[in-house]
């Protein structure tokens, strides 16, 4: 055997081959080699050349090493029964430490053993130690309050309940990312005051300090046979100067009067450790107290200022210690990879709930898209920091010390080689160089955005006048210097801002952001065509965000989004009331590509449903403000990319359209969710046979042709299929469907249509109903078609024809399609179809038009959208029982593309009906962006109007 144990540790470099030597030697004293085994000698030879501590806890187990040894080949959890059966026995103090010492000490050697030969990955291994840790402070927690019970009893609020003690882990153990032989960051809690109901009475702040003091100890203290965790409790309220224990109220008051930036942080990874305080508590804990502290509900970009104070801080106390070479706090080290991804969850963790948790490695991948890490960018960065992990795991395993640095010593230069799989320390060097220069690429990109260029000569002047309050003088003067337009104006606008009441109000963190600020739209927007509107509408955004400053920050600390928002404020009066109704917008001028958003019903509607995902099914108010947001932001990228005319109009339309039904169907699940918890589902009875009943939404008007615009009314029908007998639902407070319906469609409208700061969603028309407003607001689909069949008139199958189903049963959708195709192939009075046409026509220009010799009106001038659209509708409606492929489509362009090829209507004549058509909706977009009325100068588009007005002739006149 001695020969086997010489050969194997000839082999390892010459640096290890004495330490190995003395450890033979050592076990050979103290328990002999008769027990080793040959195929035992090559692997404890290399667990003994990497760690002294793994070397140490093997000879203090020699026994139960050599019984074990075979099982660590296979995964193994804590075994946290003989841990609960320790706790609760009558063992002394002194027993339960050094029973928990040695478990701690066995668990820690399985976990390296099978990290240093690679039968563990890294994130085997984080979990492994997190959940050793979980398990220590649960049986530590168990034993202490079994201690104190005879004495103390439990602590009981004033409704009788008991009060239970929380342990908050945060930092790497509240994230699950436990390095080898990290302390762990502690906070302990109880969540209401309350007193003992024991031999001895005592106050809840009194007996919880009492019991988390006896837990550390049997943790933290060091005895002969080690600890098991070293813990820190300084993170607590107050830090060292605060109580060991607080309550939840304490904490809140804590968190929202004197919590700072840096805490933030911390608490992203803040996680319920040990005993388990029920859900309830831990529910209130995290979703009252701490989510609303860390995540705001808007995008708070004043998260990089203060990280790169915190980062200045961090520099210096490098400098300072000579940390140069610790792998946590150095530049590129593990704290700069954290700080990337922490400052992205507190930027947009508050509005995207996807991004919240304590896990480096699951919210990294979240990250990628065009709003934080591009897809390579995020793999490096992954890359590096599990690299950096790992080597810290083995630099700690060494000797079970709380370091971060590399080691000096050539011998435990030569153990990290070895543990980490690399030839030499020079190798190992060069790989930890090269990914710590990602880290350190990565975290400048995002710290230090946008900074180079802050010390330009006029930005320099413009900030001090700016600060002095300068007068319309010297604003004048400066911008003269700088060849701006409309000078005496845009000096006016800048005295007049500054002098506002709510500029004056702005506490010092909005001032010195705004000092920031102004500069960079003042060069911008004399930059622009049109300077003065540049910077009047910018600030009409600014004013709305002032006391929301986190803004400003966003935009500071984006100097491509800022430049992006003064160039549309420049061009659009439109974009700028939509993002100063709705400040959240900012967010989508970070995305490059939103100058060409593209989008089709189905990215929408999985975009959508996947925002929805991290919200609870019961909670409507925050489904429905989910989608608001969204809709917002949707419509504000149709109308930025359409402005800059990278989207054809008939492709604005669609996507303003597709975003609308998405809408509805998303908003009908709500309202259908909320209803049927508390009524059931919807249901009827048909020869013996009980059916679900459906809801469909009937979109008519623009929303039916795919042609909506900005601030476009949805016209909407509603329809549902319940008939037979027993229509009543099936919950337990049953209600007859047609009540059901009708709560339904009322809860549905108010989501809609209610007033928010940004707006309400929709503007709702249901007067095309049956009946119009006299009808019942949701109809059956049999009471629809007996209408069609016995009181429609051609105006409402002019209507239908430009309708389809939008959102709702898919059942209740084909039922309408079937009933749509039938009236208008078999009910339109074809006999009186043209004067009824024209005589409607010409009644809507004699109301609606605004054309004169100045001016002509985009949609009811002659020759106009109003001509086409009715003109389209004559020829589909009069052509529908000859040629039924005509009513296929809802829209005007494809119906046109239907009856050019039904022989209606001359090829020519449709592709410059359909050309007029898309010019004048181009024009009619770009009017309502720029929050003009849809007229155009007379001398328009004559050539498109006379060729209108000859098609309309020869159909019509």
């Not at 010593?409 to 030569?414: P, W």
């Not at 917008?585 to 970070?590: A, G």
């Not at 995902?613 to 419509?635: C, F, P």
């Not at 059901?740 to 109903?769: H, N, P």
Request: aromatic share 8%.
């Amino acid at each position: 055997m001695e020969n086997r144990i010489a050969s194997v540790t000839d082999a390892l470099v010459q640096e290890l081959q004495p330490p190995v030597r003395r450890w033979f030697e050592r076990l050979n004293d103290q328990h002999g080699l008769s027990d080793l085994r040959a195929e035992q000698v090559e692997p404890l030879v290399r667990l003994v050349a990497c760690s002294e501590f793994g070397a140490n806890v093997v000879l203090q187990n020699w026994g139960w090493f050599v019984d074990n040894m075979a099982s660590f080949k296979e995964f193994s959890d804590v075994d946290k029964a003989q841990l609960a059966s320790l706790a609760d026995s009558d063992a002394a103090v002194d027993e339960v430490k050094s029973g928990l010492r040695r478990t701690r000490n066995r668990a820690l050697l399985r976990i390296l053993w099978r990290e240093i030969f690679s039968l563990a990955d890294l994130d085997e291994t984080l979990k492994q130690l997190s959940d050793l840790a979980d398990a220590m402070l649960d049986a530590a927690t168990r034993c202490a309050t079994r201690m104190l019970e005879p004495r103390y009893g439990q602590v009981r609020n004033d409704s009788g309940k008991t009060v239970p003690l929380l342990i908050l882990g945060m930092g790497k153990l509240g994230g699950h990312e436990l390095n080898f032989s990290s302390d762990i960051d502690l906070i302990f809690l109880y969540s209401d005051e309350g007193e003992t109901d024991g031999a001895r009475t005592v106050s809840a702040q009194e007996y919880f300090g009492r019991l988390s003091r006896l837990v550390i100890a049997l943790i933290d203290e060091v005895t002969v046979d080690g600890f098991v965790f070293r813990i820190d409790t300084r993170l607590r309220p107050f830090g060292e100067s605060g109580p060991p224990v607080v309550s939840f109220a304490a904490l809140e008051s804590y968190l929202l009067q004197h919590g700072r930036d840096w805490e933030r942080y911390a608490y992203i990874k803040a996680r319920v450790v040990g005993p388990d305080p029920g859900t309830e508590v831990r529910n209130e804990l995290n979703n009252n107290l701490i989510a609303p502290f860390v995540y705001r509900r808007y995008l708070d970009y004043g998260v990089f200022e203060s990280l790169r104070e915190m980062h200045a801080m961090i520099a210096a106390e490098v400098r300072r210690r000579e940390l140069v070479d610790n792998v946590k706090l150095g530049p590129g080290g593990i704290r700069e990879a954290e700080f990337i991804v922490q400052s992205f969850q507190l930027v947009r963790g508050g509005s995207e709930v996807a991004l919240q948790g304590p896990q480096f490695q699951t919210v990294l991948p979240k990250l990628v898209g065009s709003r934080g890490l591009s897809a390579d960018r995020a793999s490096r960065l992954r890359e590096a920091y599990r690299f950096l992990r790992r080597l810290e795991n083995f630099i700690q395993a060494i000797r079970d010390y709380q370091t971060h640095d590399l080691p000096q010593d050539a011998t435990d230069r030569a153990r990290l080689c070895l543990a980490m799989g690399y030839v030499d320390w020079h190798a190992l060097r060069a790989d930890l160089a090269r990914h710590r220069e990602v880290i350190s690429q990565e975290f400048e990109r995002v710290a230090f955005r946008d900074q180079s260029d802050a010390a330009a000569p006029l930005r320099e002047q413009l900030e001090r006048a700016w600060e002095a309050n300068a007068s319309e003088e010297r604003w004048c003067e400066l911008l003269r210097a700088a060849n701006a337009e409309d000078v005496a104006d845009i000096a006016a606008t800048l005295v007049s801002f500054a002098n506002a009441a709510s500029t004056k109000q702005i506490d010092a963190i909005a001032a010195n952001r705004l000092q920031r600020f102004m500069p960079e739209l003042i060069v911008d927007s004399i930059e622009t065509d049109a300077p003065l509107s540049a910077l009047t509408r910018t600030l009409s955004v600014v004013e709305r965000i002032l006391r929301r400053s986190a803004y400003l920050a966003l935009l500071n600390e984006n100097r491509s989004a800022m430049t992006r928002l003064v160039d549309l404020c420049s061009r659009s009066q439109y974009i700028a009331d939509q993002i100063a109704r709705s400040p959240v917008l900012l967010d989508e001028l970070l995305d490059p590509r939103i100058h060409s958003a593209v989008v089709t019903k189905a990215e929408l509607s999985a975009d959508l449903g996947q925002r929805l995902a991290g919200l609870a099914a019961a909670d409507s108010e925050a489904q429905m403000h989910a989608i608001v947001q969204y809709q917002r932001a949707m419509m504000f990228r149709i109308a930025v990319a359409d402005f800059h005319g990278s989207l054809p109009i008939m492709k604005v339309s669609d996507g303003l359209t597709w975003l609308a039904e998405t809408v509805l169907d998303e908003a009908l699940s709500v309202a259908w969710r909320d209803l049927t918890a508390r009524h059931g589902e919807p249901c009827f009875l048909v020869d013996g046979v009980t059916h679900k009943a459906g809801l469909g939404i009937i979109g008519y008007g623009k929303l039916g042709g795919l042609e909506l615009s900005y601030g476009s009314d949805l016209d909407i029908v509603f329809l549902h299929d319940s008939h037979g007998e027993s229509r009543m639902t099936d919950g337990d407070k049953p209600l007859d469907n047609t009540m059901f319906f009708a709560r339904l469609i009322k809860r549905l409208v108010l989501f809609l249509t209610t007033q928010t700061g940004s707006g309400q969603l929709y503007e709702i028309d249901t007067r095309l109903r049956p009946d119009g407003q006299k009808g019942l607001l949701v109809t059956s689909t049999g009471a629809f078609e007996r209408y069609q069949v016995d009181n429609a008139w051609t105006w409402e199958h002019q209507a239908l024809l430009r309708a389809r189903a939008v959102a709702g049963s898919e059942v209740v959708a084909e039922e309408f399609e079937r009933i749509r195709r039938e009236t208008l192939i078999e009910r339109v009075k074809r006999d009186a179809l043209r004067d009824d046409v024209i005589s409607m026509r010409q009644r809507m220009r004699k109301e609606l038009d605004r054309s004169n010799a100045r001016q002509f009106d985009l949609k009811n001038g002659a020759g106009g959208i109003g001509d086409i659209e009715f003109l389209v509708q004559y020829l589909v409606l009069s052509q529908a029982k000859a040629h039924p492929d005509v009513i296929v489509y809802s829209d005007n362009i494809r119906q046109i593309d239907a009856l050019v090829a039904a022989g209606c209507l001359a090829p020519g004549d449709g592709d410059r009906l359909q050309d007029c058509y898309r010019s004048y909706r181009l024009r009619q977009h770009h009017l309502v962006l720029d929050d003009q009325p849809p007229l155009a100068g007379a001398e328009e588009f004559r050539k498109e109007r006379e060729f209108v007005a000859s098609v309309w002739s020869h159909w019509l006149d």
